[in-house]
């Protein structure tokens, strides 16, 4: 016998059928576990062997036996087996009523094993698909469960489903969402759509429940509409289920129904479960409607909260494209923004920053989205916020320095030198890069004078660094300072460095003088004349305009006049410093000009519009014309 079960085991159907053939005695021997020869054979999958004993034993030692080898053979899921079972000659040798000892048949123990094949063939047999076990289950349960909708086509017969049907049949086909089933079990059950609808939503049978409200046999009351969106939401996998989904959000949007108003228990609507599940499909239909998209849930959160806690860059993007509010508040007063920083996404604060107004916005903890990468060491996170205004001055963060921490004292108490980051040196200690440059080629200097930026501009000047710094135009950060209608940057520049290049071109040809000309700004031309230690006679010139125009010329015409300047010359329009000082309405300067500097008042000389200086005064109002026409007459410097 050893010798045999050896043969078995090793799958050696060869040397097994040699053995049975001299010792046919051994067809009815056992093994230690109890198991004769067919089995053992059913197990090890040797069909040759089980033909050899169907054929050698009879009905009793084949089927009598403690678990039947059919049994065995459909549990292993050895096919070869079962077919030498179902073509054997000799069927009447065979009990295919056997069960296994729950009460299943060979029907329902094939379908639960996936043989679905096998289970096609032994129904063919007459083994029914409707024989319960002891639990009252049979394999048409089975077959609902899988879906196996090309079994239920061959087998099932309409007289069998009006004699064996049950509802837990369609429950059933309910629960697994298998609506190929659950329409072929509709017309033999006795539940209400309100029923079938309530089983669609517990079991969360997306398909089911689409085809239910497809078919129009109910209308949705808003306790039912909100468990649709919530089914409708959920993530799918399969393109059925996502069809599924699809459908029933169109069938919604036919209905006109207002998304806003149906939310769960929670708060959350269409959109925030959408992203929760990140359910893009749906999503994007939702996206289709006119509905305002900052609604919030019970924590104040809208759905670009929820994207942004999901850190997708996509849900984010169409939300702020459809009008999501960037400055909404939670509960805690955090703003998206704030709430991006917090989960880390450098990618969602960029997107973020596109739509942000106001980046300084504090919550309840008196923090904003600054403040807080600072704290966590996103740099990266921390340039985009700075680029885009974040102020450093607002709230600064104050960190602890690990080498000067002391424990003083037996009862162990601590003391700690804390460090405020409320400006760009103690930023560049946590690895902040001053030296970066945005898409535009500026520097955070260039930058922060162009855009308005005043309190990183202050904070930055306590920072050395070279203050000739350059723009794509060739604009140095004077000359950029100098454009701009507040003085603070152009006062702050001249202020702190004594090093600037005055003499600066830009790409025009222009420097800082022909801007401060051009602008009109007189404060900043009398400051530029100060500060600079040898002005050139071009830049003299330039400078004496604005300044007989608007300023005081007795202050500067001294250290003007050291550069070879002729307080007489005549610019490219034929204008002498007499016309510009009646150009700007100053007398002084032009009372200063003629008696002081003994410039003669020539009546007929004209510039190249074609002006006499008595043609300035006349155009002038009647207020400050009386007084130039007074003087110029009186005057005897004057030539007729």
């Known amino acids: ?35 004769n020869v067919i089995q053992l054979a059913s197990y090890y999958n ?37 077919d030498s079972f179902l073509n054997f ?3 009447n040798k065979i009990n295919w009523t056997v069960k296994e ?16 094949n096998i289970a096609e063939r032994l129904v063919e047999k007459g083994i029914s698909c409707f024989e319960k076990n002891n639990q009252e289950i049979n394999a048409f349960s089975l077959i609902v469960e899988k879906g196996n909708s090309e079994f239920f086509n061959r087998f099932i017969r309409p007289h069998q489903l009006v004699e064996y049907y049950e509802e837990t049949f369609i429950k059933k086909s309910i629960q697994y969402d298998q609506v190929y089933l659950f329409d072929n079990l509709l017309p033999y059950t006795q539940l209400t759509s309100d029923e079938l609808f309530n089983l669609a939503a517990g079991f969360n049978s997306i398909k089911a429940m689409n085809h239910i409200m497809q078919s129009g046999d109910i209308i949705p009351g808003k306790e039912q509409i909100t468990q649709i969106v919530d089914l409708m939401c959920q993530k799918y996998e399969s393109q059925e289920d996502i069809k599924a989904a699809k459908e029933l959000a169109d069938y919604l949007f036919e209905i006109k129904i207002p998304f806003s108003n149906f939310v769960n228990k929670q708060g959350q609507s269409a959109w925030m479960l959408c992203i929760q599940n990140n359910n893009e499909e749906v999503f994007e239909r ?20 929820y994207a942004i806690e999901r850190n997708n860059i996509n849900f984010v993007s169409m939300l702020l494209k459809k009008k999501a509010n960037p400055h909404q508040l939670d509960r805690h007063d955090n703003t998206p923004l704030i709430k991006a920083v917090e989960k880390g996404n450098v990618e969602i604060v960029k997107e973020l920053l596109k739509y942000c107004q106001n980046i ?8 904003h989205a600054l403040s807080m990468a600072i704290k966590r060491r996103r740099m990266d996170i921390v340039s985009e916020l700075i680029w885009a205004g974040g102020e450093i001055t607002i709230n600064p963060v104050r960190t602890l320095n690990e080498n000067h921490i002391f424990i003083i004292g037996s009862g162990m108490q601590s003391y700690h030198d804390e460090e405020c980051i409320d400006n760009f040196m103690s930023l560049a200690k946590l690895g902040f890069r001053l030296d970066q440059k945005n898409s535009e080629g500026d520097t955070f200097l260039l930058h922060f004078i162009k855009n308005g930026y005043l309190s990183n501009f202050n904070a930055l000047l306590k ?10 135009d060739g604009n140095s950060a004077l000359m950029c300072s100098a454009m701009k209608r507040q003085n603070d940057y152009f006062d ?33 031309m009398e400051e530029l004349v100060n500060i600079d230690p040898k002005i050139s006679l071009e830049n003299s010139k330039k400078a004496a305009k604005i300044i007989s125009k608007e300023g005081n010329l007795s202050e500067f015409a001294s250290k003007l006049t050291k550069s070879g300047l002729d307080l007489s010359f005549q610019d490219e329009y034929g204008n002498n410093l007499l016309m510009y000082s009646l150009a700007g309405g100053n007398l002084n300067n032009f009372k200063y000009l003629v008696e002081t500097v003994s410039m003669t008042i020539d009546m007929t000389y004209r510039n190249k519009n074609g002006n006499t200086i008595e043609d300035i005064i006349n155009a002038m109002p009647e207020s400050i014309k009386k007084d130039f026409s007074t003087y110029l007459h009186k005057n005897p410097n004057k030539k007729p």
């Not at 006119?290 to 104040?300: A, F, I, L, M, W």
């Not at 300084?360 to 923090?367: A, I, Q, V």
């Open 89 to 91: 000659e000799n069927q």
């Open 463 to 472: 920072c050395q660094f070279s203050p000739n710094q350059i723009d794509k």
């Open 286 to 305: 939702l996206m289709q409607s006119n509905e305002n998209v900052n609604s919030t849930d019970t924590e104040e959160h809208s759905p670009l909260f």
């Open 101 to 116: 000892k729950n009460g299943d048949n060979l029907v329902y123990l094939s379908l639960y094993y996936g043989l679905e």
């Open 46 to 82: 040797l069909p040759e062997v089980v033909n050899y004993c169907l054929a050698e034993l009879d009905y009793d030692a084949i089927n009598n036996s403690k678990v039947h080898p059919l049994l065995i053979a459909i549990e292993e899921k050895n096919e070869s087996v079962i």
């Open 492 to 524: 702050g520049m001249t202020r702190k460095f004594s090093n600037l290049d005055l003499n600066h071109k830009n790409n025009q040809g222009e420097t800082v003088y022909d801007i401060c000309l051009k602008t009109g700004k007189i404060k900043r």
């Open 1 to 35: 016998m050893k010798n045999l079960i050896d043969a078995i085991e090793n799958n050696n159907s060869e040397e097994t059928l040699r053995i049975l053939k001299e010792e046919p005695s051994l067809l009815n021997q056992k093994s230690e576990d109890g198991w």
């Open 360 to 367: 300084n916005e504090l919550n309840k903890n008196n923090e």
